[in-house]
């Protein structure tokens, strides 16, 4: 059933999101460029064009220039002089053994430590691991070495010069997941709610709880990394998303706490229709709003007032009936006050990406 | 520094099975094209070191794709491989960016990436698929002898490290939270810091947080306690966040003053408790034990009356006494995990 919900919201997301797209054009564009330079030069070690330009892509993650420049030189000459002794060495298996020891005790320890680093160092290791897997001469090994830097210097251009600037792409698909994500972590919230053997699934709804929230949480900090790289009202914008989204996690994490509090599971039974039509509208809320992030034109020019009819609803049933079958009806009362909050939360949500997107 | 040793002793461990994968593949594979430690090392990428569950699963998927890949390429002439090789690269990585969003699962697929690339070796297009299964299965055991008996996984230790800056995260955020409802000044700030602390914390990609726990293969015996463990601990991240919404409302400073000595109380009990976890999990001798704290929160429950005492139809006027109730609910929820942990500490 996850697998299922994780193929829809891959395909969803291979539909709506174009800066996917932009970045397989990219991928597909230095390999065809690395693919053609490899032959143009037509020497054996050719394909070390290729193998460095395809992890070279793997890099292009930093979109201020000089500090992509940085990266790229710096793996790429590590790695093309990694490639060059592992090349050398692989005839003698001992000293390769010690080599590759050293490197990646190396990357894997500054991986481990540094999360930013782990791809560029893991990189430069698969390399040097792949040289050392086939032994040449020396002249092939310094052919290796400058198809290496070859290879990195046709990902770094091509990232650069020929594709432009998308780091507001970026940043909006980044938050549009964050939302995406919401989505996901209200239903999983709802159907602890909603199910009626809450006590036997209750682990795998923890794991469930905890998964999405990983994958919100990475998300949101991934927006707020690329926050720095934004001055002036692009910023004041962007900022003023996150914090907007930041709350309704906070409400979400609120709303997840009745399950914990009310004792009698089958309470819940009594609003079960409410509870089911809340969650439903609120991921559908969601995503209309990821949506409109993510394609930048107003699918709605006004937000549905579905979510807060439903919340009404609910609210009556908890003065005619909740007051009384509940233990205790105050914490129905925080619940229904924690879903006018996330409603009011999403109206200022709406109204702050109609202003980015209707610039 | 502890999660520094631990870094050193996984980086430690995975540079041997490199080490010794590179000679056994020089001496004991049949093709010695660097398959084994490829393989190692893909299996020496699993965060729990010993999960034969895991460690089968990446060996079948990778010998799986050495066959689909070497029929296909039998198929083709090789003029067309290159660019087979480039499109089956492009999918991959659309794949990987469509469904997986893990930063490191990503070098799973720089690394099927480059068991696809070895095969541009025009020597090894199509052929020797046995022997390369062979070889592969190869460095699959040497991934898994290495994890077993070089530096091996230490759970107990390594949970208990990885559980101690979530408290520590935890104990400041709570401080702040409190800090912020009484409208204490720059609190909004600090709040946000020690938010975006706890956030990091709480991730596998960006700290140690031992999410392994939850996942398939790890020792049964511990799982049980482990996981009990951490859900309560998950659980008291989602109780702070919820009060740190109610703490941002603009609640009667005049109201608030009624309840701020029982509420302050109980923040700094829980503190206690949250720095008594952190001693114990250090494995300090700990003076006081865990069971003789916050025994009773006596002025909270005092508060928690007073504000219940207010009928539920003024409840209903009054959002500052439902944004009361629902923080002292979230202090008691709060009081009521920690003595769950204690418990468990015991």
Redesign the interface.
Known sequence: MQFIH??EF?LR??MRHRA?WH??LY??IV??IA?YAASYLQIAEG?WV??AA??G??LSTHFIFYRAFLVFIGIGVISALGVLIASLLAKH??L???F???T???T??AG??Y?SV??LG??A??SI??A???PVSMMDAIQRFWCVLLGFLIAFIIRFVFIRDRSQAVMRMKLA?SLYRLAQLGRVIFSAYITHNYADEH?SH??N??LK???Y?????QA?QLLTTFTGKRREQFSELINLI??S???L??I??LI??VDDHSTFAVADKELITISSSMVKEFDLLAEQLQQRRVVAAQRSTILNENIYEMEEIHCSVL?VVASE???F??FI??MY?LDKIMTQLFGAILRLVSR | MTI?SM??R???G???A???A??V???ASTLQ???V??VA?MIMQLTIRVNLRLVLERTLTVCFAIFFISMLLSWLQPVYQ??FI?LL??MM??VH???V????L??VW??V??VA??L??PSLSSQHLYERMHDVVLGGIVGILSSMIICPGRPEVDFRRGVIPVLHAYSDYLVAISALLFRVSHADEVVQQK??VV??V?????AFFP?WV?EFGFNPELQQGH?HFL?RV??M???L??M???A?HPIDLALLSEFQQGLQQAVEQLQGMLALFVARLELQKIAQPLEDFGKDLLLLEETYRQV?RVP?EA??LS?DY?DI??FI??LK?LYRLTVKLAEALR
């Not at chain 1, 949480?217 to 900090?221: A, G, H, Q, V």
């Not at chain 2, 709480?202 to 960006?206: D, G, I, V």
């Open positions: 994780q193929l891959g997301k291979a996917d970045r397989l991928l597909v390999a065809t693919v394909y290729l193998i395809l992890f892509f793997g298996v001992f390769l053994a010690l590759l020891l050293l990646t005790w190396l894997i320890y481990l430590l999360a782990w791809g893991f990189a290791n698969v691991m792949l050392a897997s086939v997941y682990f923890e794991k709880l905890h929230r990983c994958r949480l990475y998300e949101i900090d707020r930041e709350c996690y906070e409400m994490q609120s997840s706490l914990y509090r007051q009806p105050l914490v009362m925080i006050q924690d909050g | 520094e870094v050193a996984r980086a430690l995975t540079a041997f490199i080490c010794i590179v000679i593949d020089r001496y094209t660097g398959w430690p490829l090392m290159t660019i480039v690269f492009c990585c659309s960016g469509l469904f969003t893990k930063d490191r990503f070098s720089l690394m990436a480059a690339l070895i541009l070796v938010k975006i956030e990091r709480l991730q596998e990609q960006r999410a939850y996981r859900i998950e659980q991240g989602q109780v966040f919820a740190h919404q109610v941002r219940i539920l409840l209903d959002q439902i109730a629902a609910y979230d929820d």
